[in-house]
């Protein structure tokens, strides 16, 4: 049974940074691309970043490119959003994704089958 907790988030002033976290647990997580989300009050869930399985190629959203970073350790079955110069428009609950499918997919569209249970990212202005 595949499992993704996130961490990490919390409240933060604008410019600020923050660094998420996702624990993956249930499969080999090496074999996996994964993804971040995220959803603000009253708006659909949008793609933020996501990495391929080996952590070789990486793709952003155009308004966190820049800003944020999508990292993995595949040793310690673990993936990480690197948030630097947020804005109060990032604020939203961030959820970590994960396809059924091994290898790459699609990394805006996925499928993502599993998602995690989401950490709130608060920015204030």
């Known amino acids: 049974q595949v499992q993704l907790v996130e961490s990490g988030g919390g409240l933060v002033q604008a410019g600020g940074s923050l660094r998420l976290s996702c624990a993956a647990s249930?499969?080999?997580?090496?074999?996996?691309?994964m993804g971040w989300f995220r959803q603000a009050p009253g708006k659909e869930r949008q793609f933020v970043a996501a990495i391929t399985w080996s952590g070789g190629s990486t793709y952003y959203a155009d308004s966190v490119k820049g800003r944020f970073t999508i990292s993995r350790d595949n040793a310690k079955n673990t993936l990480f959003l690197q948030m630097n110069s947020l804005k109060p428009e990032d604020t939203a609950v961030y959820y970590c994704?994960?396809?059924?499918?091994?290898?790459?997919?699609?990394?805006?569209?996925?499928?993502?089958?599993?998602w995690g249970q989401g950490t709130q990212v608060t920015v204030s202005s």
């Open positions: 249930g499969r080999t997580f090496s074999n996996y691309a």
């Open positions: 994704a994960a396809p059924d499918r091994r290898g790459n997919i699609n990394p805006w569209y996925g499928p993502y089958d599993y």
